[in-house]
């Protein structure tokens, strides 16, 4: 999953692709570098970011996803928690919806619901404005799996089917760095859900306090995650990362 944000303050690369040609332009990059998945965002969800109206969110998102639907049968993932822009992306022919709030904002579920599409349920505790201020939890592992219990009720109870549904533990979204090591060395207390894991450690400040090497730590996370069970990757250094990936599912098959 390749990672782009078309917001002028996403934490890693904000203000980059603002500009439609120019997200575009990298979108199709990423395509080519083995990008499955296009994860195209237009609020910045990292911490202390301010929220945006839904008249901007979708200024930002909608001509990208129009143009790159144009040029690309990609598959397109909307990274939003307004039920308004998903239903506004799903009416444009997008694949999956990426929510860190795990439809809990005022109609999400009915909204994801009505797209009849894949979506990914991710953990945060608090906000984005104020998640980082203290996080604390008993036991990180257990509440992110009952949280995990409790939401994919809500989306069946919804009507949303179960087997669309995909998770994440949303490593950074109200976490320490040894909260977030910790979910990763124990993915696979999350495989009793049979559901798909998704994990975004790329650039990720628990990466940056381990390494200088954004990259090189990124993809040691990244492999960290498939090694545990992960099944979906999401980069901003899309062609490292594949290359990464290939390597180590050649030596888990022990085919070249």
């Known amino acids: 999953m390749g ?7 996403s934490f890693s690369d904000g203000g980059k692709f603002l500009e439609t040609d120019i997200a575009v332009h990298h979108a199709l990059q990423m395509v080519t570098a083995g990008a499955d998945i296009i994860d195209l965002g237009g609020e910045s969800t990292r911490p202390g970011a301010a929220a945006v109206a839904v008249d901007e969110e979708l200024a930002r998102v909608v001509p990208v996803i129009e143009r790159l639907r144009e040029e690309s049968s990609v598959a397109i993932s909307i990274d939003t928690s307004k039920s308004e822009v998903m239903r506004a992306c799903s ?3 997008i694949d999956l919806i990426n929510d860190v709030k795990a439809l809990q904002s005022d109609g999400a579920l009915a909204a994801a619901a009505e797209a009849r599409l894949p ?9 984005p404005r104020t998640m980082q201020a203290s996080p604390h939890y008993e036991d990180v592992v257990a509440e992110v799996d009952l949280f995990f219990t409790e939401r994919v009720a809500a ?6 089917d179960r087997s669309v549904l995909m998770l994440d533990p949303g490593f950074g979204f109200g976490k320490t760095p040894a909260h977030n090591l910790g979910l990763i060395n124990q993915l696979k ?10 994990v975004g450690l790329s650039r990720k400040s628990t990466i940056k306090r381990l390494t200088d090497d954004l990259v090189s730590g990124s993809i040691a996370g990244a492999l960290a995650a498939l090694e545990n ?9 899309v062609a490292e990362t ?6 180590w599912h050649s030596i888990k098959t022990s085919r070249a």
Not at 189 to 198: C, D, G, N
Not at 229 to 237: E, K, M, S, T, Y
């Open 91 to 93: 009416a444009l022919d």
């Open 3 to 9: 990672i782009l944000n078309v917001t002028p303050d």
């Open 155 to 160: 989306c069946v109870n919804a009507g949303i």
């Open 229 to 237: 069970g992960a099944r979906v990757i999401r980069a901003h250094d």
């Open 189 to 198: 207390a999350f495989s009793h859900h049979e559901l798909p894991i998704l």
């Open 242 to 247: 594949r290359s990464a990936m290939d390597v």
């Open 119 to 127: 979506v990914c349920l991710m953990h945060m505790q608090g906000e």
